[in-house]
Nanobody, 123 residues
Framework: QVQLIESGGGLVQAGGSLRLSCAAS????????MGWFRQAPGKEREFVAD????????SYADSAKGRFTISRDDAKNTVYLQMNSLKPEDTAVFYC????????????????WGQGTQVTVSS
């Protein structure tokens, strides 16, 4: 099992920045990738960004490109999401997720999720 704990959410004004952190524990050696998703009120959960643990290849949703940066710290088993130029429409609960296990590289399904952290952007 892999456990994930997010931190760093909060209230920020439009145009401001926040950095989210997600610390992984447990079978971290089996992690293939980690990512961030978000869910706004009344909307479905959506992909934001992810990073492959080996090699660091990243991918982003169009809404995140140019404003958000995902990164990792191997020594701390932690992934970060630096969010700049935040907009009110970025308001959501942000979830960290991981793909781990022997078949993680062959699937797009994330099999470990954090509890979520609230990000609120005021206009």
């Amino acid at each position: 099992q892999v456990q994930l704990i997010e931190s760093g959410g909060g209230l920020v004004q439009a145009g401001g920045s926040l950095r989210l952190s997600c610390a992984a524990s447990g079978r971290t050696f089996s992690i293939f990738s980690m990512g961030w998703f978000r869910q706004a009120p009344g909307k479905e959960r959506e992909f934001v960004a992810d990073i492959v643990w080996s090699g660091g290849r990243t991918s982003y949703a169009d809404s995140a490109k140019g404003r958000f940066t995902i990164s990792r710290d191997d020594a701390k088993n932690t992934v970060y999401l630096q969010m700049n130029s935040l907009k009110p429409e970025d308001t959501a609960v942000f979830y960290c997720a991981a793909r781990y296990g022997p078949v993680a590289a062959a699937t797009t399904l994330y099999n470990s999720w954090g509890q979520g952290t609230q990000v609120t952007v005021s206009s």
